[in-house]
Each structure stands twice: as structure tokens, then as C-alpha cells.
């Protein structure tokens, strides 16, 4: 079973219960931390965040996700998940460093404050560090132009599937896109191949994007991808 996908620049894809599931153990530990006063349950939660970021193969909550999650037909794109990771990650080692230090007001706030956020995160499944890696490409512009991010040369517009390796339902998906669609071509475009292609404003693979001939981001639809809605995909990109 695949809990993440890997490419040459590290984890492409991951199971969209993952990120809850590992939410979900950083913010008990820093509940526990925050309750009894243990400032070393904050460095191991540091601990197994930085693990999960830098070997993520490694990973004592990864593996243990390995071994009671059911295979996923839907994949997660995984750097707004890095990106979520990283500020968890900036924030532990920060409390840690005041609670050494003396500061424990300070230091514990900022445990508290983790500590919800990724619980909340863990029980809702809404994703508060991917929320503001997304807002901030949105801010700075990053997503204006999608054509490099993608891959995508000649002339446009695009009609987009992105997917990603071991993800069940991307193959479907892209060849009954490329049927209804026919004879204008779809673009498969693969995660594990264009790790910039996670920058696009969805939040599982497969989706389906379409991207006018400027590379700006016309519309882009996951998660339930049935035969209507890839026509009326297939009808914005005609348009």
C-alpha cells in the first residue's frame, strides 16, 4: 500500500489521511506537553515532524499510518502538506527554545497555539498551513502563469489531468477526459515528473485543470470528476 509518492525531489503525492493522521499526533503530544509541563514531549513532537519533512521514509508515524490505512483511490499533493509541516516544525522548535530558556509564557503559548491548530486541522480536515501556502501563491503572483509550473509549451488553452503514480483513479479519470474530449487533446501531467504542478489550487489528484493560452488558471476541479462535470470542463476550454 502507498501512503506517499516519491519523486527525485521527494514526496510528489501523499494519502489524503496522512496529514490528519500526523496532525493529529503532534497535536496530542502538545496537548499532553502543555498539560503535565513536559517541554521534552515538544521536542519529540519537533522530532517526528522533522522526520517526516526530511526522511520521510523513516518515519515512525508514517509507518505506523502504513499499517491500518486502507489504500487511497485519491492522492494529496504534498508541498502545501510540507509547507504546513515546516511552520509546525518553526513554531515547535521556537517554544522549545524559550521554554529552555526560561520564557515558559511565551513558550507554552506557542505550544497551545500548535497544539489547536493541528488538532483542529486533524479533527475537520481543513488544513490550516495548506490554506496559507495556497493564499500566499495567490498574494505573490506565483500561480498568475501556470505554463511552467505545468509543463505546458506550444499553443493553448490546455485541457489538464493531473495525476500522479499509484494514484487508482487517475488513469479512469484521464482517458474518459480524453474520450469526451476527443479530437482536442489533454495534457497528462504528472506530479512525480512536474513537482511545481502542486502549486495549482486543488487539493487531491486526479484533477482536472484548464489553463488559457496567457497559462492563467481558467477553472480546475477535483475530487468527484463524473462524466458531467468533465464535459462541462471539456465546454470551459472549448469556450
Known sequence: MTSSITSGR????????????????????????????DRWAVAVAAALV???????RWSPVGWIFRQVA????????????RFAQWMALTLLCLAFALLVAGAETAGWAIVGLVS??????????????????????????????????????????????????????CEPVARSLEAIAAP???TRVSLAERPGAARM??????????VDP????????????????LRELVAVAAA
Open 10 to 37: 521527494g514526496p510528489a503525492a501523499v494519502h489524503p489521511h496522512l496529514p490528519r493522521f500526523s496532525q493529529g499526533v503532534t497535536g496530542v503530544l502538545c496537548l499532553e506537553a502543555a498539560v503535565f509541563g
Open 50 to 56: 522533522a522526520v517526516a519533512l526530511l526522511a520521510p
Open 70 to 81: 486502507r489504500p487511497a483511490e485519491d492522492l494529496e499533493p504534498a508541498a502545501p502538506v
Open 116 to 169: 489547536a491548530v493541528a488538532l483542529f486541522s486533524a479533527i475537520t480536515g481543513f488544513c490550516v498551513g495548506c490554506r496559507i501556502y495556497r493564499i500566499l501563491l495567490l498574494r505573490t503572483g506565483a500561480s498568475a502563469d501556470s505554463r511552467r509550473d505545468l509543463g505546458l509549451a506550444g499553443a493553448g488553452p490546455w485541457l489538464v489531468v493531473l495525476t500522479a503514480p499509484g494514484c487508482a483513479r
Open 184 to 186: 482536442r487533446e489533454v
Open 201 to 210: 489550487p486543488v487539493s487531491s489528484v486526479p484533477a482536472v485543470l484548464v
Open 214 to 229: 496567457g497559462g492563467r488558471l481558467v477553472a480546475a476541479r477535483a475530487g468527484r470528476l463524473d462524466e458531467l462535470m
